[in-house]
């Protein structure tokens, strides 16, 4: 039942359902409080509501699983929120490691560099990302706003193009 109840949550998650969700991966926790999958999923979904409880879960799932790299990169998205860019660097650097191939941490890290002023190395993790995962619109997006930010107006309009040609939504 655990497995129908997290692809049940994953769908709602998908559809913007999060209550919903929540409700699916606390009836699994109810019964396994350490089920890594519905706590990472649960991480997710605390996430996307910008939910306060999201420290603890990221808490809990670290201390089952110290090495989780989605827990990771939640720890690092909430300490990039709190303008602690050297600490999360540190901590996405560490979810990198775990899961290579995750795009969204590495487009976490160019973000944090650009905010630490490291420019060649945010643009060469953007770069990264999209050579990578060429069909991910979002690391266009966010690349095209560093290009904007860094007034390389032409190269962050082509970015932007790319990333609607991929999603028009």
């Known amino acids: 039942e655990p497995v129908v109840l997290l692809a049940a949550a994953e769908h709602y998650q998908l559809h913007a359902e999060y209550p919903r969700s929540r409700e699916l991966l606390d009836r699994i926790l109810e019964t396994d409080s350490e089920n890594v999958a519905a706590l990472e999923r649960l991480c997710d ?5 910008g939910s306060l409880e999201l420290a603890a879960v990221i808490e809990q799932l670290l201390a089952i699983d110290g090495g989780n790299a989605r827990a990771l990169f939640h720890q690092a998205t909430v300490l990039q929120y709190q303008n602690r860019f050297d600490e999360a660097i540190k901590v996405i650097g560490r979810s990198i490691e775990t899961d290579p191939g995750n795009m969204r941490a590495r487009n976490l890290l160019a973000i944090l560099y650009s905010n630490t002023f490291q420019y060649e190395r945010a643009e060469a993790e953007f770069l990264q990302a999209l050579e ?4 991910d619109s979002i690391s266009y997006s966010n690349y095209g706003l560093f290009l ?3 007034g390389r ?8 193009e790319r990333a609607i040609d991929i999603d028009p939504e």
């Open 132 to 135: 990578a995962d060429p069909s």
């Open 153 to 160: 107006y032409g190269e962050a309009i082509a970015q932007y």
């Open 45 to 49: 979904v605390l996430a996307s509501e």
């Open 148 to 150: 904007l930010n860094r």
